[in-house]
């Protein structure tokens, strides 16, 4: 990829996007990155001469932390819009470590599709779950409707996930506040289920019950 084309390229992206992007940490590392832009490119001169900073990760993120840095070359890197996966259909084979927001300190919810690693090809156990830090370095999944625990590992442990809204994100659900859907409704004026605030912006992103997960945009 020529200057030109990287300038191209750059122009095409702006805050809000969901992209994949390919290039290289602080520490001059080959890194790859699904996530929201953040904040617009940033013309930068770095090891590999004249590029961008790219800030992409979990919405809401401060742009300059530098866990979300990717710095694009000519030649070294590019970046590409990406479709947000689907709730419980596109799933991440992975640590538990590596999903979204799992340094933010509340239970993140997701589907869980049960143990992973090498030897596990599908996902065997799909259920709403909330994965929440239980001490000494350990994780708990636990399901959101019953609460028993799916799975209990450290932070590098193997599973299946898929996120459990539309963006693409996890959310979580404010604890001790409607507990029951009655009272939603009341509260509400609809009876799309319970409340459900974004991981860091806290902001309503939807309701759910225990059969699906209604995002804010679809309800009248």
């Known amino acids: 990829m020529s200057k030109d084309e990287l300038d191209e390229m750059v122009r095409g992206l702006a805050p809000g996007d969901y992209v994949t992007a390919v290039g290289v940490d602080t520490r001059g590392a080959d890194v790859e990155r699904v996530g929201t832009v953040l904040a617009p490119p ?3 001169k770095g090891k590999g001469g004249d590029g961008f900073r790219l800030s992409v990760g979990l919405k809401g993120t401060d742009p300059d932390a530098r866990s979300t840095w990717t710095m694009l070359y000519a030649g070294q ?5 990406t479709r947000p996966p689907k709730p419980g259909e596109d799933w991440t084979n992975g640590p ?42 350990r994780y708990e999944v636990r399901s959101l409707v019953s609460g028993a625990v799916f799975f209990s590992g450290a932070w590098n442990a193997q599973v299946w996930w898929s996120p459990a809204a539309e ?4 959310y979580y659900q ?5 507990e029951h859907q009655d009272q939603d409704q009341a509260a509400t004026g609809h009876r799309y289920g319970k409340p459900v605030y974004h991981v860091r912006t ?19």
């Open 202 to 220: 806290r902001n309503l992103v939807g309701y759910w019950t225990e059969k699906k997960f209604t995002p804010i945009e679809e309800v009248e």
């Open 77 to 81: 890197g590019h970046a590409q819009h």
């Open 167 to 170: 963006n693409g994100e996890p």
């Open 42 to 44: 940033k013309p930068m």
């Open 96 to 137: 538990l470590k590596d999903i979204p927001g799992m340094r933010v300190e509340r239970p993140m919810h997701i589907f869980f599709g049960g143990k992973g690693g090498k030897r596990s090809t599908v996902p065997v156990t799909e259920g709403r779950a909330e994965v929440v830090h239980v001490g000494d370095g």
């Open 174 to 178: 404010e604890q001790g506040e409607d």
